[in-house]
Nanobody, 124 residues
């Protein structure tokens, strides 16, 4: 099993930056790909960014390419999402999730391991 805890959300003005963190724990946590998702009020949860277990592969939704960067710190079993040039449309609850396969994270939200979420609010 994998346990995930997000942190780093908050309120920021448009054009500002935030860094989210996803701390993973569990005996096999380091062998999992991690993805970030978000869910705005009244909308479905959507994929934002993902990183493979060994950091060799990353993938981004078109809406965040060039603005968000995903990375992992293996020493701390933590995945970060650096979000720059934030826009009001980025306002959502952000979740991290884990799967052994990065492709699965990209394709579906039917996943077994989720964090509790962290709120990001971008004011105009």
């Amino acid at each position: 099993q994998v346990q995930l805890v997000e942190s780093g959300g908050g309120l920021v003005q448009a054009g500002g930056s935030l860094r989210l963190s996803c701390a993973a724990s569990g005996r096999t946590a380091s062998s999992y790909a991690i993805g970030w998702f978000r869910q705005a009020s009244g909308k479905e949860r959507e994929f934002v960014a993902g990183i493979s277990w060994n950091s060799d592969n990353t993938y981004y939704a078109d809406s965040v390419k060039g603005r968000f960067t995903i990375s992992r710190d293996d020493a701390k079993n933590t995945v970060h999402l650096q979000m720059n040039n934030l826009k009001p449309d980025d306002t959502a609850v952000y979740y991290c999730a884990a799967d052994r396969n990065l492709s699965i994270l990209i394709l579906t939200t039917s996943l077994d391991y989720w964090g509790q979420g962290t709120q990001v609010t971008v004011s105009s």
